[in-house]
Every structure is written in structure tokens, then in C-alpha cells.
């Protein structure tokens, strides 16, 4: 517990406490064609969830029963002011509470963006609550974008997104993996900022965490995403053996699509050749099997025709076509014989 919370307490530059005590802690945070690197959201990735709560945000409204879940004070001014107090004197519960009713109530307001952001932190650092913190900087990117730094708030999102594929998920003190909820979170960082530095690493996660869904068709998509955007990137090497293990998978799943067996096999030397070193050996073992298991079924194929209902010239024909496309088979020498056999018995 002690090791978590110091890993958290790494990840946030300005903490709530420090926040509250300067005016440049809580940022005066640039407007709108200020030096910020704002990155719009795309839906161009392939392998993505494109459900509504990850591409459409929802703006917050006032919550029911103003009286006890709305602002203490009269306007947002006075209402950030008082956050600030509760923030010093560590009620950090209660100030949390305080500045998400500043920003429903007064959205608008200079101190809203800043409000926002403090309780992210707060959330994040000081509730421990890491998926609620994960949503409300979202939520800041989302609507507040031109006033905050964009590209240091992404940046937390990503960091955020590897303390929650850490933690797992907790429900009745118990934690469980969250698989689709990390891969979600780590998508919409993708989607925020896809020029971000950690992009490469996120869609190979993204992929990784595919896998563990047991969706591979998806997972390949995600693979091939990455090294067209990032073919130079260590990650885009990595991939190719991640994508050769996920088509063989769907390979050895649905062999008889003998198109989906060709294709793997076009995909398995491309990989052969652009893949780290040490990984060479492997893909080409997998190379050798999608390979073996064409031949076994064109011999097959083969001595199909070699039956009392077939003529012998249909039956010479197989074994010849199959001879021409695998000249080395272990069944090469056998298939000699029984062509001179067949045509011995056509005389």
C-alpha cells in the first residue's frame, strides 16, 4: 500500500496541498492560439472501441438537490477561494465535493479549468480513487483543452492508464483485472493526443491487452496500425512476432481457410525479415508449420483422386500438380512411386 502510494505521488508534479498554497501552483493556464500543443481526437484506428463514452464526452450538469450536493458559496470566485481553504486544512474530501460543484455550477468561470484540474489531483493523490481521477482529467482535456497545458495533461492520462493496468480493478475490497477497462483508457489517450511521444508503447499495450480478450482479429488490426504510423519504432519491430503468434492462433482456429493460411504465410516471411534478431527463429518456426500444414492437406487433396471411383489420369494429375508446388515433401518420394505405378497400370 505504502510502495502505491509513493508510486502515485511520482507521477504528480504539483500536489493538492502545493496547489492550494501559490497562485502559480494552480496555474494560470494559457487561452485559446497560446504556445499549448492541443491535439485533436481521431477515430482512424483500426482495432479501437468506437463506443460512445470513449469518442463523445458528456459536459457535467448541476446535481439533484442543490441544497446538499451544490456549492457552498455565492459565485465561482468565492467557491474557489473556499476549496483552497478546505485544500490547507487536508479536507480533502470535502474540497473534492466543493470544486466539482464549482464546475458544474459555473463552467464558464476563470476558475473552473483550474478547479478541474485540482481535483483530478486530489483524486489521484490524496483519495486514492485512480479510475475516477483517470475520467476527471479526461474531462479536462475534453472541455476545457485551450486552457489547460494540453500535452502535460495527456501525459498524466498515459501515466494514470499504466498505474490502472498495475492496480487491476477493486470491487468489494477484492481487485480483479480490468482488461477492457484498461485497454478503453488507453485508447482514448491515443485518440486525445496521437502525436504524443508514448503512442508507440500505448498501441502496443492496447494490442497485448486485445489478446488477453481473446480478440486477435482486433489485436492484429491494432499491429499493423502501429507500423504503418511508427514503422521505425521498437515497438513496430516487436510487433511483428506479437501478430505472427495472433494469426497463427486464428490459423490453427479456422484451418480450413486456406486464404487466411496463405495470407499468414505472406505475413510470416514479411516478419521474418523486418523482426528483431532473436525473434527470426521463432517466426520461422511458425513459418514451417502454416507451411506443413498446406502440404499435408494438398497431399491429402492428392490421394483423394488415387480411389476405385477416380480414373488413374485424374489420380497422375494430382500427385503431378502436387510434386510441382512441393518438390521436397516427405511424401515426395512415396508420390514418385505411385505415379509409375498409375501410369505403369493406364498402359
Known sequence: MIEKMILKKTLVVATVVAAAASASALGE?????????????????PGFDNEKEIINPERKEPKWF??????DKANAKEQFEYCKELCKERKFKKCAKQLDALVREWPTSPEAPKA???????????LDDTEESFKQYRYLLDFYSSKCDYDAVADKMYQIANLLKEEGKEVMFIRFANTVDVRR?????????????????????????REDEGHYEEAVQVYENLRNLYPESAEAK?????????????????????E????????????????????AEPIGALLAEVEAWLEEEAYLGAKFYDSPTRTKRSA?????????????????????????????EVK
Not at 116 to 126: C, M, S
Not at 185 to 197: I, N, Q
Not at 319 to 343: D, G, M, T, W
Open 29 to 45: 493556464h494559457p487561452l485559446p492560439g497560446s504556445e499549448v500543443n492541443a491535439r485533436y481526437a481521431t477515430d482512424a484506428y
Open 66 to 71: 442543490a441544497f446538499w450536493n451544490g456549492p
Open 116 to 126: 478541474q484540474r485540482i481535483y483530478a489531483e486530489a483524486l489521484l493523490t490524496e
Open 185 to 209: 483508457a488507453y485508447e482514448t489517450c491515443v485518440l486525445r493526443a496521437p502525436g504524443a511521444k508514448w503512442v508507440p508503447e500505448a498501441l502496443l499495450k492496447i494490442g497485448g491487452l
Open 238 to 258: 516487436t510487433s511483428y512476432r506479437k501478430e505472427a503468434e495472433d494469426r497463427m492462433i486464428m490459423v490453427r482456429e479456422r484451418g480450413y481457410n486456406r
Open 260 to 279: 487466411r493460411c496463405r495470407d499468414t504465410i505472406g505475413f510470416l516471411k514479411l516478419a521474418q525479415k523486418n523482426c528483431p534478431e532473436a525473434d
Open 316 to 344: 497422375i494429375n494430382a500427385y503431378e500438380r502436387f510434386l510441382k508446388n512441393y518438390p521436397n515433401s516427405v511424401h515426395a518420394e512415396e508420390i514418385r512411386q505411385r505415379i509409375e505405378e498409375l501410369k505403369g
